[in-house]
């Protein structure tokens, strides 16, 4: 681990992490490994990029925070998978308030096609989406 994500993770600057599992490191997110090797086996068999939302209290921060989280395999030279690297980053997120007496975005993307959520779910977590889904669904009929 670079500088950075010992930062970001909250781990001690000290923590020899070589050899070490999730599990063992001294972190508040260390209790979730069990989601993490979830994470990596489901990236395992899809053999592409699996990217989930993480919250946890990133930076030693006091309150809880959502980070995209990304796992990607690695390949040995006979394309067999042996390995997963992992990147996070800070979840940015679309909201009206933030574009109050400031320029609009010349694009705004309202539907991402993927499997991560079904659009019934995308309406649970994403109230916004739920007036676009609705919308679209009663022109459908």
């Not at 500088?3 to 070490?20: C, E, I, Q, S």
């Not at 260390?30 to 086996?41: G, L, N, T, V, Y």
């Not at 909201?95 to 096609?113: A, G, H, M, R, W």
Request: proline share 6%; net charge negative.
């Amino acid at each position: 681990m670079n500088r950075a994500a010992y930062l970001y993770t909250n781990t001690p600057l000290n923590f020899d992490v070589a050899g070490k599992y999730d599990h063992e490191f001294p972190a508040d997110w260390a209790d979730s490994a069990a989601d993490f090797i979830e994470h990596d086996k489901m990236t395992e068999a899809a053999r592409d990029r699996v990217t989930v939302i993480e919250t946890h209290y990133w930076y030693g921060k006091d309150s809880l925070t959502p980070f995209i989280s990304e796992k990607l395999p690695v390949y040995n030279d006979d394309k067999q998978v042996i390995g997963v690297i992992w990147n996070a980053k800070p979840m940015n997120s679309l909201s009206p308030l933030k574009y109050i007496n400031q320029q609009k975005p010349s694009v705004l993307t309202t539907e991402v096609n993927n499997e991560l959520f079904t659009p019934c779910r995308t309406r649970c977590h994403f109230p916004y989406a739920a007036t676009i889904y609705g919308e679209r669904d009663r022109q459908n009929l």
